[in-house]
């Protein structure tokens, strides 16, 4: 099919195009400068303006103006403001269901209901009629309607075992034992317990989340500190101090013996010979 020739009455419209985006826009100061026209077709063509309108940058006003065959008087048949090659435009639309993500639901907030989820599956032989299921499950006690499914089941392993509290975080390559071999690690119940726990020592940073058997920290109930040297100098050898006791004036030492108290003079040896 043959490109459409330009249309020389269309191409001239562009006073009646500027008028047209004018009072769309509602001001005349918002429609910019003419960056051109566009032929859309056999007698159509679109003109476009820049704008001047805040948060559109990259917006385009294209007024399209038509004519009929033999017709002389263009007439202006729709405005818009559309985004060119370099519009800042809004992310696209994602429901609400798919955009939530792990760790965004607050207080509060109820997630939807999915029917049919892959990580879930019955917990009883369905019978597939909505009614006497629902019977069943409340009179007969068959207990949970659902459970989780060996996909549901695989997810939560990859994702514990990969995640902060498995063998490759920080806390476990620094940790000198497994959680395996740890007292304050709680089995868990079902096919995972050869894989994961729960750890419920209040000093470890993983106090209350599953971990994995190969996962550690440096509160392991069979670990202990290393006994550091103390930061006081050693005294020099030689130097130690020797103390001596000085012997007191009531008992005499065993190198100098007690003086003796000179005799008692006899009274005989005093009195003169011939008396």
Not at 21 to 48: C, F, I, M, N, P
Not at 92 to 118: I, S
Not at 136 to 151: D, Y
Not at 257 to 274: F, H, K, L, R, T
């Amino acid at each position: 099919m043959p490109a459409a020739t330009k249309d020389t009455v269309l191409a001239s419209a562009v006073d009646l195009a500027r008028r047209a985006a004018e009072e769309v826009a509602g001001q005349a100061d918002l429609v910019g400068e003419h960056l051109g026209l566009v032929v859309e077709g056999e007698r159509l063509v679109s003109h476009r303006f820049a704008t001047t309108q805040k948060g559109y940058r990259g917006w385009r006003w294209t007024v399209t103006v038509a004519r009929p065959p033999r017709g002389r008087k263009p007439s202006v048949c729709e405005v818009e403001l559309l985004p060119g090659d370099d519009a800042v435009l809004a992310p696209a639309w994602v429901p609400w269901a798919d955009r939530v993500k792990p760790g965004d639901l607050g207080p509060g907030d109820v997630l939807p209901y999915q029917v049919d989820d892959e990580r879930l599956e019955h917990g009883y032989e369905a019978t597939g009629d909505a009614d006497s299921d629902a019977v069943a499950m409340f009179e007969l006690g068959l207990g949970r309607e659902r459970v989780l499914s060996r996909r549901g089941r695989s997810m939560a392993a990859e994702r514990w075992y990969t995640g902060d509290h498995g063998p490759t975080a920080p806390h476990a390559v620094a940790a000198s034992a497994p959680c395996s071999s740890c007292a304050f690690l709680l089995l868990m119940a079902g096919s995972l317990r050869t894989e994961f726990g729960v750890c419920a020592n209040e000093w470890s940073p993983d106090d209350g989340r599953v971990v994995s058997m190969d996962h550690g920290c440096g509160a392991h109930s069979q670990t202990d500190v290393e006994a550091q040297p103390s930061e006081w100098p050693a005294p020099p050898p030689g130097d130690e101090l020797e103390v001596v006791q000085e012997p007191t004036a009531e008992e005499p030492t065993a190198e100098e013996p007690a003086a003796q108290e000179p005799a008692a003079e006899d009274p005989a040896a005093q009195v003169p010979a011939g008396e």
